[in-house]
């Protein structure tokens, strides 16, 4: 068993947790990040990115988290291949504890575990996603320009994703296994006032249809929810969008969680109820969770802990005194 000390400890190495690192770095700080089960985040799982700042041309998502990596490392992080099962926060310096057994402590902490997009668990879910079959619209959407689509869900995620496809595609179904949907009435009103979209209700999904060859998706079989009907509809694009699990199991009893799980943290910065510990990215916002919004209250993260432990270490010494 090792002990690893460090002024600032990052939990998760996606775009929040290297931003956090590369600022942390450069304050000073030496950071450690522990990178978790999946080394660079979510943008792994993914090929082209289009919508992050600085490349002109269309960039592959593990290519990027590749140089954020490098970067990182290049001003002085300490990349650790760990994954922490246990926390005390009770006391200064936090103590965490790793899958290796090795122990990890930090004068600050900062949480960027991120979340996952709940998936329906259908086998043609999974062998098309990325070819038709995707769970964030933001992302992926301006892929099917003119394309028919269909999002399946029903709360505010699912509305405003159906919302936001009708930038790129004539013909949006919403298609949704109740008769009303939970997403605020404002969200709603606009989506019915919206003459592009159409709603599918009492709908669940049994199969996306692959085309065969470099088709992908082609059609999404429905099954309804009342009656036990099959029926077909055509789309090029699917989004599934029934929530997300914010990774903060961990932290559950420790930490402020809201209602859905995600971190709490003071509004306008990265601050939890615990002081010396801080959140960002898509562990603590369920609006953006884009790679950019990730990496700017990475950044924040990284100030605001700074900041902090400056703060701290300033009384301790006059205290002394
Ligand atoms: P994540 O990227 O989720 O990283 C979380 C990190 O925490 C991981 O490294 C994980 O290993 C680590 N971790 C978790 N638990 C522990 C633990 N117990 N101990 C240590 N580490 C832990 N966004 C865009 O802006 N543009 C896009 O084109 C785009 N495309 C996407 C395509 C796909 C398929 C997906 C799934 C997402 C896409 N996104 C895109 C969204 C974007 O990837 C996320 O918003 C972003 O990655 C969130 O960054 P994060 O650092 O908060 O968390
Ligand atoms: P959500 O509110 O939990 O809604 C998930 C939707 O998916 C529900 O309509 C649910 O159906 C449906 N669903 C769940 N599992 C399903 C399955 N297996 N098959 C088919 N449908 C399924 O999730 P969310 O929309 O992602 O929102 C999460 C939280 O973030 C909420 O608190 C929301 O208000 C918030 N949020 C806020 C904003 C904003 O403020 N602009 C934007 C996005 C999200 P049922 O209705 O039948 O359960």
Redesign the pocket.
Known sequence: MTTHSTRMLILGSGPAGLSAAIYGARAGMRPIVVQGIQPGGQLMTTTDVENYPGFRDVIQGPWLMEEMQAQAEHVGTRLMYDTIVEVDLSKRPFRLIGDSGDVFEGDTLVIATGAQA?W??LDSETALQGKGVSACATCDGFFYRGKKVAV???????V?EALYLTNHSPDVTLI???DS????KI?QDRLFANEKIGVLWNK??ERFVDGGGTAGLVAIELRDTVTGELSTLDVEGGFV????HPATELFRGHVALD??GYIEVETGSTRTNIPGVFACGDVMD??YRQAVTAAGTGCMAALDAERWLAEVEFEMAEAAE
């Open positions: 709940k329906l668990g399946i869900g029903g709360g505010n995620t699912a405003e949704h296994r109740r949907l939970r997403a605020e969200l669940a999904v969008a029934i929530g997300h209602k859905d369920k609006v």
